[in-house]
């Protein structure tokens, strides 16, 4: 796995600060004190029982929270079984300090007997024993959902560079038969073509998924220049960018294979060649990426299988590397045939 899919960390404490994962936190919280309160008591006490453990759990919950939310990054890095029993007692010390601190509470507002220390040691005993369960079985249930998300991003990974693997640029040999009849004619302009050429064929072997904005377009202007070598003036190319960040990471071969295609499909099969657009922007927050090409007269129309394997190939790669979150277009009008892959710009590593 490259360095562009690796986790942020390898722990497997989730991040408890978010607004949603909160929310889900104070939930569940309060579904198991209304299960305890519904466990342990009759219904003439059962609102203040359910208060009272609604008021204890929700600030154990949080507290807890709050100090694994601080402390996560350091006990990330912690091997497994060291991240597991800090967390463990630091949970316990909390649930420790909240339960004396609410007994002692009761006590100062006389609601129990300061007495009756019997009572208060099996309420604090009971507390903690809920705790450690609790504890356990949520420690448990982080770490089991931490390798499910390992095992299901290995196995995109996995499809991605299966799906990447699959792009063999169709040019291979007219670009080596250009090449070598550029030997004799013109040295330095055979040695940039297998250069480019090599840069390509080195993109697509490799194992990044993910590379910048600025290397995707690099790889284009390479594969353009072969191309050109055998077009000459039939093949030009507009390039439009709208102050694009070009650290900005996507797919590896995302927008080549298209210009590609665009080439074959829409300048190769006209006499008179024609111009391939490719242009980049934001848009509602969404990086932008299109390929236009002049489509082919009727009587000119190739095999679009091979087309089509192209875009469905970094369909898929965009649906495993982002979700629904990406999306692929194809707009054809008049004489003029348009692919557009889009991404989020907060999605986009």
């Given at each position: 796995?490259d360095?562009?899919?690796?986790?942020?960390?390898?722990?497997?404490?989730?991040?408890?600060?978010?607004?949603?994962?909160l929310?889900m936190?104070v939930?569940?919280?309060?579904?198991?004190a209304?299960?305890?309160?519904?466990?342990?008591?009759?219904h003439?006490?059962f609102w203040?029982?359910?208060?009272?453990?609604?008021?204890?759990?929700?600030?154990?919950?949080?507290i807890?929270?709050?100090?694994?939310?601080?402390?996560?990054d350091?006990?990330?890095?912690?091997?497994?079984v060291?991240?597991?029993?800090?967390?463990?007692?630091?949970?316990?010390s909390?649930?420790?300090?909240?339960?004396?601190?609410?007994?002692?509470?009761?006590?100062?507002?006389g609601?129990?007997?300061?007495?009756?220390?019997?009572?208060?040691?099996?309420?604090?005993?009971?507390?903690?024993?809920?705790?450690?369960?609790?504890?356990?079985?949520?420690?448990?249930?982080?770490?089991?959902?931490?390798?499910w998300?390992?095992?299901?991003?290995?196995?995109?990974?996995a499809?991605?560079?299966?799906?990447?693997?699959?792009?063999?640029p169709?040019?291979?040999?007219?670009?080596m038969?250009?090449?070598?009849?550029?030997?004799?004619?013109?040295?330095?302009?055979?040695?940039?073509?297998?250069?480019?050429?090599?840069?390509?064929?080195?993109?697509?072997?490799?194992?990044?998924?993910?590379?910048?904005?600025?290397?995707?377009?690099?790889?284009?202007?390479?594969?353009?220049?072969?191309?050109?070598?055998?077009?000459?003036?039939?093949?030009?190319?507009?390039?439009?960018?709208?102050?694009?960040?070009?650290?900005?990471?996507?797919?590896?071969?995302?927008?080549?294979?298209?210009?590609?295609?665009?080439?074959?499909?829409?300048?190769?099969?006209?006499?008179?060649?024609?111009?391939?657009?490719?242009?980049?922007?934001?848009?509602?927050?969404?990086?932008?990426?299109?390929?236009?090409?002049?489509?082919?007269?009727?009587?000119?129309?190739?095999?679009?299988?091979?087309?089509?394997?192209?875009?469905d190939?970094?369909?898929?790669?965009?649906?495993?590397?982002y979700?629904d979150?990406?999306?692929?277009?194809?707009?054809?009008q008049?004489?003029?045939?348009?692919?557009?892959?889009r991404?989020?710009?907060?999605?986009i590593?």
């Open positions: 796995m360095n562009n899919d690796k986790p942020q960390d390898q722990g497997f404490l989730p991040q408890l600060c978010s607004a949603a994962n929310f936190l939930l569940l919280v309060e579904l198991l209304l299960v305890l309160s519904l466990a342990g008591s009759s003439q006490d203040d029982r359910l208060a009272m453990i609604s008021m204890l759990a929700q600030w154990v919950a949080l807890n929270a709050a100090v694994l939310c601080q402390l996560r350091w006990l990330n890095r912690q091997p497994v060291v991240n597991t029993a800090i967390s463990f007692s630091i949970m316990m909390v649930s420790l300090l909240v339960s004396l601190a609410i007994s002692y509470l009761q006590t100062d507002l609601l129990t007997d300061p007495q009756q220390t019997g009572w208060f040691n099996y309420g604090l005993l009971r507390n903690l024993a809920i705790s450690a369960l609790v504890y356990g079985v949520v420690l448990r249930y982080f770490y089991i959902h931490h390798q998300l390992i095992n299901l991003q290995a196995q995109g990974h499809q991605v560079q299966a799906l990447k693997a699959r792009i063999h169709h040019f291979l040999f007219n670009s038969n250009t090449i070598a009849s550029l030997i004799h004619i013109d040295a330095d302009k055979a040695e940039k073509a297998v250069e480019d050429l090599s840069d390509l064929f080195r993109a697509s072997l490799r194992g990044e998924t993910r590379h910048t904005l600025a290397e995707e377009f690099a790889l284009v202007h390479s594969y353009v220049d072969i191309e050109t070598l055998r077009f000459g003036d039939r093949l030009q190319t507009e390039w439009s960018f709208e102050d694009l960040p070009m650290e900005l990471e996507v797919p590896t071969l995302c927008l080549q294979p298209l210009v590609e295609n665009a080439i074959y499909y829409g300048i190769e099969p006209r006499p008179e060649g024609g111009i391939i657009k490719i242009k980049g922007q934001i848009e509602n927050n969404r990086l932008c990426l299109s390929v236009s090409n002049p489509i082919s007269p009727p009587n000119h129309v190739r095999n679009h299988k091979s087309n089509h394997m192209a875009q190939n970094i369909r898929k790669r965009l649906t495993l590397m979700g979150e990406a999306s692929f277009d194809i707009d054809e008049g004489d003029n045939y348009t692919v557009a892959l991404i989020p710009i907060n999605a590593p």
